[in-house]
Every structure is written in C-alpha cells, then in structure tokens.
C-alpha cells in the first residue's frame, strides 16, 4: 500500500511570489492535515480537510489556504510568501473516524530567499 | 488554551541505559494523547493512543504510561536505532476530526 506522496519535495522561492503544494493521501484516506514544522515552532497545525470540506483550521494568516479534491488529493498555497515561511510542510493522511493516528508524508522543504 | 510541554529537549544516552521522556500538558478536556518518533528528514511515524489516566500501552522498548496531567515514553534498554526525536501531542473534545496540537519533541541519541 503506497505512503502519502508529497510533492514537490524541495522548493526555493523569493519573497511576495506564492506556492502551491500537493499532497496524495493513502488510497481510501479521506481526511487529509496539513503541518507547518520550524526549528523554533515545532509541528503547528494549518487545516484539516475531510471529504472536500475544511473541517479544522489552525491560527495561520489567511495567505495560507488550502483546498481537497473529489479524489481526497489535497493541496496548499501560500501567497505573498515572507521569510519566516520557510519550513518543512507535512502533510498528513487519515482513516476512517478521528482516531488521532496520521500517517505523514516526508515533507515539501520550503526556503524563501 | 490547549499546551503541550515536553522534557528534556535532547537526551543523550548510552545503549542499554534506560530512561524516559515527558510529556506535560494542559488542555480543555482530552480526547487522546499520542506519541510519534520522527527520524531526520522523515516525517513523524504513529507510535501510541492513550485515552485515559492509567493507561499503558507497550512496543519493543517503548512503554507510554498516561496520567491526568502528564505522558511519560519509558525506553527500556535502547539500541542506537531508537535514536529519533520523539514527539507528543493531544487531540481535545472541542475539535472534531483529526487536529492535533504538538510539544516541541525530544531528541534522543543512544550511542553504542
């Protein structure tokens, strides 16, 4: 049974530009997180979607936005970027019921020069 | 609001020496508390759910015991391959689904 595929996996963007980012969940996985990890924040929750409606919503400005498809695919964008965007984006794949347990994809490192 | 705190930060031991890790937290009303290992350019991989105080849950080396206020990782003789950072977090009542708020982790090294 393949992981959670997250793409792309390193990006280097410049300030103001934006980003979007793709996360492809375990098949049959219906709710899909996404997680902001710094050095100096730790793992900070961005949202939660489950069967195309966004179900949780962490304390991100709203140049963080993110949306799921009908195929539980899900994808994140980050507009006008800041320096401070800089982090590892984890996204993270659920089953059936909120049990807690996710299992995360590697990752998309993201600098902004 | 809900906060999770976990010590020490980095925790350096020797194999075969056993010790445990921390986690504090205080939230509104606990749904679970989980424990996930992270290693280097990974991401967190799922270890334990405890519901409620008294409960233990045990794999390999690693026993997660929970408490109305704290979670402790017992690790009972480790190998160098238990070097990972250990992260703790909590899902609370006022959220439905999967959210869950983190502790910083902590880094173990176990060296042979």
């Known amino acids: 049974k393949a992981g959670v595929t997250q793409t792309p996996r390193y990006l280097i963007k410049t300030r103001g530009q934006q980003v979007t980012l793709s996360c492809s969940p375990i098949s049959g996985h219906r709710s899909v997180s996404w997680y902001q990890q710094t050095p100096g924040q730790g793992l900070q929750f961005l949202f939660e979607?489950?069967?195309?409606?966004?179900?949780n919503k962490g304390n991100f400005p709203g140049r963080f936005s993110g949306r799921q498809f009908s195929n539980s695919r899900s994808e994140m964008n980050v507009s006008t970027l800041e320096l401070g965007d800089s982090a590892l984006y984890l996204c993270?794949?659920?089953?059936?019921?909120?049990?807690?347990?996710?299992?995360f994809g590697e990752g998309s490192r993201l600098t902004v020069l | 609001e809900d906060q999770v705190t976990q010590s020490p930060e980095a925790l350096r031991l020797q194999e075969g020496e056993s010790s445990s890790l921390n986690c504090s937290y205080t939230?509104?009303?606990?749904?679970?508390l989980f424990w996930y290992r992270q290693d280097p350019g990974k991401g967190p991989e799922f270890l334990f759910t405890?519901?409620?105080a008294g409960e233990e849950k045990e794999k390999e080396r690693l026993k997660a015991t929970l408490t109305k206020k704290e979670s402790f990782l017992h690790i009972t003789a480790p190998k160098p391959e238990d070097s990972a950072t250990y992260l703790c977090?909590?899902?609370?009542?006022?959220?439905?689904?999967?959210?869950?708020?983190f502790g910083g982790g902590t880094r173990l090294m176990v060296k042979p």
């Open positions: 979607y489950f069967s195309e409606t966004q179900r």
């Open positions: 405890l519901y409620s």
């Open positions: 977090a909590v899902q609370v009542n006022d959220h439905a689904g999967n959210m869950l708020t």
């Open positions: 939230v509104s009303g606990l749904r679970g």
């Open positions: 993270a794949s659920s089953g059936q019921g909120s049990t807690g347990e996710l299992f």
